[in-house]
């Protein structure tokens, strides 16, 4: 059993090679920051004597992502965690367009890069699991962050249908949805100073990561942390398309505000 998790050097990627490590996985961690990996796989190679390797990778880039795929091709990489992704808070007009861009790469382009590169020596196996987080923001338009939130709906969309092509395979694809959750995740999007104002909606990783996990064992197709997230997700079903854009409208024009003024 080899996994690749991407994101691992924080949040919910960390949490998901703690747990993976700890029920006797090979990992390969891949991020940026090559010291944290580092770090990390030491650490749980000593834990729980499973071989732990890292790979430093900025994913916006194809000349690694090309690298990362040989050596996970080399390594027999039968488990696939695509869970690096950043947001960017803030109306459209104003936001910054390579950011914007570099976030389709990340969200969007390194995960279709990724698996397109993988399954097929997964199917030929009969054999592999891919996780692809997502976002319970894949369900809903979100004005201050409509390009985040189109990203996730994207990585929604193709993980579903994706699963049909895969039925019968013996490979499967999971995707996990989880609401806000403490991570780096709002510093990077620049929603700092927002976690005071709505704690009780934030779910920590290692729960998330948890949940997710042992979704992708199940071979969970849509895997949605938490009751909120799940009431959240039911929700969309009913109210108006409109409705719920005017909804996230509020909601996230509230986050944007909150966090200009914590940085004024
Ligand atoms: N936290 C939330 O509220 C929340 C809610 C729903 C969904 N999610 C999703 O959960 C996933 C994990 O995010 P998180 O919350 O755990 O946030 P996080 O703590 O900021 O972790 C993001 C991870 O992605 C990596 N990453 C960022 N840019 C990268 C790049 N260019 N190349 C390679 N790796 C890169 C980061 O590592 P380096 O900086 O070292 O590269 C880090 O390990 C994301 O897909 C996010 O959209 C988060």
Redesign the pocket.
Known sequence: MKALI??????????LAKIMAADGHSLIL?????E??EFLATKLTQKYSVPVKFFK?????IQ?REKLIEFSKTEGVDTLI??????IAGRFAQTNLEKNL?MI???IS?LVHLTRALVPGMIAKGDGRILN?????AFVPGAYMSV?YA??AF?HSHTVALSEELAGTGVTISG?????????????AGVQGLDAFRKNM??D?AT?ADIGYRGMQRGQLLILPGYKNKLIAALTKVLPVKVQARLIKIANGKRVEAAALHQS
């Open positions: 991407t994101g691992a050097s924080s949040g919910i990627g960390e949490e891949v991020a940026r920051r090559e944290k990996l990778a900025d994913l916006t880039n690694d695509n869970n690096a992704g950043f947001g570099e790469e990340l969200n390194a987080v997502a976002s319970i923001a985040y990203t996730k990585v996990l949805y989880p609401g806000p959750t403490v991570t780096e995740f709002n510093q990077v934030f779910m990783a998330v």
